[in-house]
């Protein structure tokens, strides 16, 4: 297979060269990507200034939004730092793991292999940022196999490195395109902007791992990522959240005094959901995050009838947009993580957390 480091190339010349093409490939992408949106704002502003039809104004509202994602997307993986995220022991296996239940819908064509060895290993780093890297990882995997195939994902500690090594037997790459991976904007597939990449390069450089790319034409594609191992003795932490409390405060009053952090954090969790949430309540009116810090009202006060009326209600809304199981089981698990990290800070802030840090510790470890 060809390989492709990331590194400079050795030679001079080649290296200005491959900068002129991805400077060249990003302000295409950013001139389409922003272009078209901004274009269709111009026409519908003009044709509300005609008509004075509202429903102009919310189509011109949601091309805006459409460049501004763009925009936002490409300074978040030019600079991922920015974010306010903080640095955790990680299992790679176990987040892996998890990953693979996102793609339950893929597994009637592809076969996933899965072979671990020192699961327990741990790197320190940004775990959602690190997540999210390998579920695009994952994505373009899936995507390169066109029927049936198979993705081969290997997890092992070698020289204090976890290497992750996740090969498909899709369509490959051209060894002259290698180069590009992980240029914003470049990408080999018709339909997509190459950001899924350029977050997995921008991700791993920035926690000095080594991203190694095999790739042949019609034979497949292998990315071989080495982080550096951390301590495996190391004690994981608790998420310590600033949050709204007066003495008195019961967990449900502790709950709607911080309903806006609640949801914010929703959508710092949801890593791999996030960008979805916005279409979904314009499209099917379905207002997750609303929705869920009513589930949790419910689970927290023992409304058990409320909560079983709720769940019949929101199946069948969800069923109607036709959500996937992956995007269900991950926004499941966003509101589990999100009402835990609460419970512990309600616990911290009313000064019982002191004897019970190591049980919340347990969902970090588990």
Known sequence: MATEEMKHPTEANDFHLNQLAAVGQIAAGIAHEVKNPLTAVKGF????????????????????????????GLLHVSKPDLDDEPHQLIKPAAELEGLFTLFQDQLYRVNIQSNFRDVNAMVYGKKNQIKKALFNLLKNAFEAIPDKGTITVDHYVEEENVVISIEDTGIGIPKDKLRMLGTPFYTTKTEGTGMGLTQVFSVFKSHNAIVNVESSENQGTKFIIKIHMDNPNKIIGVNVLDLEYLEGYDFTVFLKENKP???????????TVKDKIDDILRVGNIDLLSNAYKLVLYVVEGREHEMISFAKQEGIAWAKYSLSLAFKLEWIQT?????????????????????????????KKN
């Open 45 to 72: 502003l003009q044709l509300l200034k005609e008509e004075h039809n509202e429903g102009y104004l919310n189509i011109a509202q949601a091309e805006l939004n459409n460049a501004l994602s763009t925009i936002e």
């Open 261 to 271: 952090k609640f949801e914010n954090r929703l959508l710092h969790e949801a890593v």
């Open 335 to 363: 509101v589990r993580r999100v009402l835990w990290d609460f419970l512990y800070n309600f616990d911290r802030l009313n000064g019982t957390a002191i004897d019970r840090e190591e049980f919340y510790r347990l969902e």
